[in-house]
């Protein structure tokens, strides 16, 4: 007989991109998503053997009874702890989307995703993967349901695995291409993009100013990145990213956290030096994190989110909302185990 575990959800906050997105200087962000995505649970569900779970998710009304339960989405698992299939519900219980993952033997060294297929209402949206000495991916492909190629990307690295090129294809027709150099240090150094006539459009430089900090003269096409790190003397970690845009404007983010506290925090500033938005992370104790996000416009604070996380016994959280300290959503899990 199947044993059942009710078992909270780890709750993401995503937070926009302050730039423009198509030229945030990512490798791959579909196979990298995937990946973090799909291997996050992985080593605690194989020891555990979770062959299922469902998410749910319940509203409380002010008298405290729940007028909304439902399944999310439901996730299974094989015998080596890989999601095989994913599936996504509307509020009535219907389908959404689903997508079921392939993957190369199982004891292989790096245990890849090679396709993964995305139903979406009637569309459908085939991913195939091929990878480089069975670790870097090398080639991906989006294919409709009638086997045809919608676009693709194929990636190049250099001897020490440092990707130094990438470029997209529409149909087989090449439409852009990124380039990657690096200091001697290994660092990044500036990331290229090129459109379909392998004309420059943009660059980005990964370079610090004065002061280890961005100088604020614009250049033009160019973005220019910094990022450092400072260590405090009670083993804080502070690390400061800036991004200036051709018109030299400076956004900056803050990330503060340490590991012997259980503390972190996240901010995020404008050009104008004003917030953006917030997330305060605190341990309670060892099972328990209260979290803090909130969300500013032109410098004012405009929304508040109160999180209580808690670990259950196979250390995963829990997320309730809070609203002056009471439970008014509340997110688990319900496990099915071989």
Request: proline share 2%.
């Amino acid at each position: 007989m199947k044993k059942h575990l009710f078992f909270p959800l780890f709750c993401l906050i995503l937070f926009p991109y302050q730039g423009r997105a198509q030229y945030q200087p990512t490798s791959s962000w579909y196979p990298d998503y995937i990946s973090k995505h799909l291997n996050f649970f992985q080593d605690s569900i194989r020891s555990k053997g979770i062959a299922s779970y469902s998410e749910w998710l319940e509203t409380y009304t002010k008298g405290g009874l729940p007028f909304q339960s439902n399944v999310s989405s439901l996730r299974k698992f094989d015998q080596a702890g890989r999601v095989i299939r994913e599936e996504y519900f509307k509020r009535n219980g219907k389908v959404r989307r689903s997508t079921t993952y392939q993957y190369n033997e199982v004891g292989s060294l790096s245990n890849r995703i090679i396709r993964s297929r995305r139903l979406f209402g009637h569309k459908v949206y085939d991913y195939r993967f091929e990878y480089h000495n069975d670790s870097l991916l090398a080639h991906y492909e989006l294919r409709n349901k009638k086997g045809e190629e919608i676009h693709s990307r194929k990636y190049f690295y250099n001897d020490q695995g440092a990707m130094i090129e990438q470029r997209s294809y529409k149909r087989d027709k090449l439409t852009g291409r990124i380039e990657y150099s690096y200091y001697p240090d290994g660092s990044k150094k500036e990331v290229r993009f090129y459109d379909d006539s392998l004309k420059l459009e943009r660059t980005f430089r990964y370079d610090c100013g004065i002061g280890n900090s961005l100088l604020s003269e614009k250049q033009k096409d160019t973005i220019t990145r910094c990022s450092r790190t400072e260590q405090l003397a009670d083993g804080t970690e502070r690390r400061i990213e800036e991004t200036r845009d051709e018109k030299g404007r400076i956004r900056r983010i803050i990330y503060t956290s340490n590991k012997s506290t259980g503390y972190s925090k996240t901010e995020s500033y404008d050009e104008k030096n004003r917030l953006v938005y917030t997330y305060e992370r605190t341990r309670m104790d060892n099972k328990v994190y209260d979290v803090v996000t909130k969300v500013y416009r032109r410098g004012k604070l405009r929304t508040t989110r109160h999180y209580r996380e808690s670990k259950d016994a196979l250390g995963f959280y829990q997320s309730k909302r809070l609203e002056d300290n009471k439970v008014v959503s509340n997110y688990y899990r319900l496990y099915t185990l071989y």
